[in-house]
C-alpha cells in the first residue's frame, strides 16, 4: 500500500456509508473522499445544523455528492436507537459503518445515560448503533465492513471494570486511553463472532490517524477554559500534526482497500506512526486480549441493553 491515497479508493456508486462524526476533521474528510466516489454518505452529527453546514462544504468540492446529514448523538442512547432506526426504515442496507467519532481528553461529565463521557461517546455509543445497524450490514450486496477508530493512545489505556465509569478516580488521559483500547478489543472481537457466525461477508476493521490536525484536540482545553492550553495545543498542532485529510487515509483504506480480510488494525506509517501512508500495523497484547474483550461484550450489553442477534439479523 506505499504511497496510497484517495485517489487509489475504488468506485463507490450505489454504495452507502455511515460516518459517524462527519461534520469536522476525519469524518468530514472521510465523508468527502467517499461522496467524491459515488457513494451515498450517510453523515451521523450529534448537530443536525452543523451537519448541514459541513454537508453544504463537501457539495462546494464535490458537486455531484449524494449527503445524507441525520442526527446521532452518540451520548444519548435512545438518540442512536432512534438513528439506527431511521436508517432501517429508509435504507434496504448499509455497505460501509465509520465508527469515527470521539471525544479526548476531557474533564469528568457524563453522558444522558450516566456514562463516563469519554467511555459512554467513544466505546458504547458505538457498540450500541453498531448492533442496531447489524441487519442493514448483514443485508449488504457483497461485502460490508465496520470500521472503527481507535488512536496510538490505546498503549496507555486500561479496562477498569471495577471502575468503568471513572467514579471512585477519573483522569482525562487515562479514561480516552480506556476508550480507545475499549474500541480495539471491540473491533477484535467483532471481527471474531462474525467469523464464528458464518458472516465472512461482513468485515471488522480497526484503524487510527496518528497525530491529525482536528478540532479533537481542542476540546479538553477548551472545556476547562484554559487558553493557554487551547493555544498551546494549536501550535502543537501547526508543527507536529499532518492534516485531517491526511489523516483520514487509514480509515478509508480500512474501509475500501481490497486487501483487507478482517481483524486489522491501519495506521500511518511514517514517523512514529503519526503521519504518513496507510499500512497494517499491531496494536498492544492489551488489545489482544480474548477474555478481556469477551468480558467487555457481555458489560456493554449490559449497559447498553443492546445484543447482538447473529442468528436473526
Not at 468503568?164 to 471474531?192: D, M, P, T
Not at 487515509?249 to 475500501?256: E, F, I, K, R
Request: net charge negative; with cysteine; charged share 25%.
Amino acid at each position: 500500500m506505499t504511497g496510497w491515497t484517495v485517489e487509489d479508493m475504488p468506485p463507490l456508486t450505489d454504495r452507502t456509508v455511515v460516518v459517524t462524526g462527519a461534520n469536522s476533521g476525519l469524518g468530514l474528510e472521510g465523508s468527502k473522499a467517499f461522496a467524491r466516489k459515488g457513494a451515498t454518505v450517510v453523515m451521523a452529527c450529534r448537530s443536525g445544523d452543523r451537519g448541514e453546514t459541513a454537508a453544504r462544504d463537501i457539495r462546494d468540492a464535490v458537486p455531484e455528492a449524494t449527503l445524507d446529514v441525520r442526527e446521532c448523538d452518540l451520548a444519548d442512547l435512545s438518540n442512536v436507537a432512534s438513528f439506527a432506526e431511521g436508517l432501517r426504515d429508509e435504507y434496504d442496507a448499509v455497505d460501509v459503518l465509520c465508527n469515527n467519532a470521539g471525544v479526548m481528553a476531557i474533564p469528568r461529565s457524563e453522558t444522558a445515560d450516566g456514562f463516563e463521557t469519554q467511555f459512554g461517546v467513544n466505546h458504547l455509543g458505538h457498540f450500541a448503533l453498531t448492533g442496531r445497524l447489524l441487519p442493514l450490514l448483514r443485508a449488504a450486496d457483497g461485502e460490508a465492513r465496520v470500521v472503527t477508530q481507535s488512536s496510538g493512545a490505546h498503549e496507555m489505556g486500561d479496562i477498569d471494570f471495577e471502575d468503568l465509569q471513572g467514579e471512585r478516580s477519573y483522569g482525562k488521559w487515562s479514561a480516552y486511553g480506556q476508550s480507545k483500547l475499549a474500541n480495539l478489543l471491540f473491533a477484535y472481537e467483532l471481527q471474531r463472532r462474525l467469523g464464528n457466525h458464518g458472516w465472512d461477508d461482513v468485515l471488522s476493521v480497526a484503524c487510527h490517524p496518528g497525530y491529525a490536525d482536528t478540532d479533537l484536540q481542542f476540546r479538553g482545553p477548551r472545556e476547562m477554559g484554559s487558553t493557554l492550553r487551547t493555544a498551546a495545543m494549536g501550535l502543537a498542532n501547526a508543527v507536529l500534526a499532518q492534516s485531517a485529510e491526511q489523516g483520514a487515509l487509514p480509515m478509508l483504506y480500512a474501509a475500501t482497500a481490497d486487501d483487507v480480510i478482517g481483524g486489522e488494525y491501519v495506521g500511518p506509517g511514517g514517523l512514529f506512526d503519526m503521519r504518513g501512508p496507510p499500512e497494517f500495523q499491531q496494536s498492544n497484547a492489551a488489545s489482544r486480549d480474548e477474555a478481556t474483550a469477551e468480558r467487555l461484550w457481555a458489560v456493554s450489553t449490559d449497559l447498553t441493553g443492546v445484543e447482538y442477534d447473529f442468528e436473526r439479523a
